[in-house]
């Protein structure tokens, strides 16, 4: 059974920094690429940012580049995402996925459960 649990959300003032971790079990972890979506109240979920299996090349949304960071480590089954600079914009329900690298939802066949984040001005 594949599992994806994601940690490390909380509140945080503007300006300030959280980093994500998702922990994946069940599934062949480094053949995977791995996307984190986040969804914010009354909105759809969006596409953030996503890394490769094999390479490691990572894609962002416009939104997050030059302030998130997506990586991964292969030994520990755990993808992780650096979040500098947040903006209150940045407040959502984020969650990790597995699946093929790129920006579409549809294309990741397992999520997490989220992990709230919530940027306060």
């Known amino acids: 059974q594949v599992q994806l649990v994601e940690s490390g959300g909380g509140l945080v003032q503007a300006g300030g920094s959280l980093r994500l971790s998702c922990a994946a079990s069940?599934?062949?972890?480094?053949?995977?690429?791995m996307g984190w979506f986040r969804q914010a109240p009354g909105k759809e979920r969006e596409f953030v940012a996503a890394?490769?299996?094999?390479?490691?090349?990572?894609m962002y949304a416009d939104s997050v580049k030059g302030r998130f960071t997506i990586s991964r480590d292969n030994a520990k089954n755990t993808v992780y995402l650096q979040m500098n600079t947040l903006e209150p914009e940045d407040t959502a329900v984020y969650y990790c996925?597995?699946?093929?690298?790129?920006?579409?939802?549809?294309?990741?066949?397992?999520w997490g459960q989220g992990t709230q984040v919530t940027v306060s001005s």
């Open positions: 890394i490769s299996p094999n390479r490691g090349d990572t």
């Open positions: 069940g599934l062949a972890f480094a053949s995977y690429a």
């Open positions: 996925a597995a699946g093929s690298y790129w920006r579409d939802a549809a294309l990741y066949g397992a």
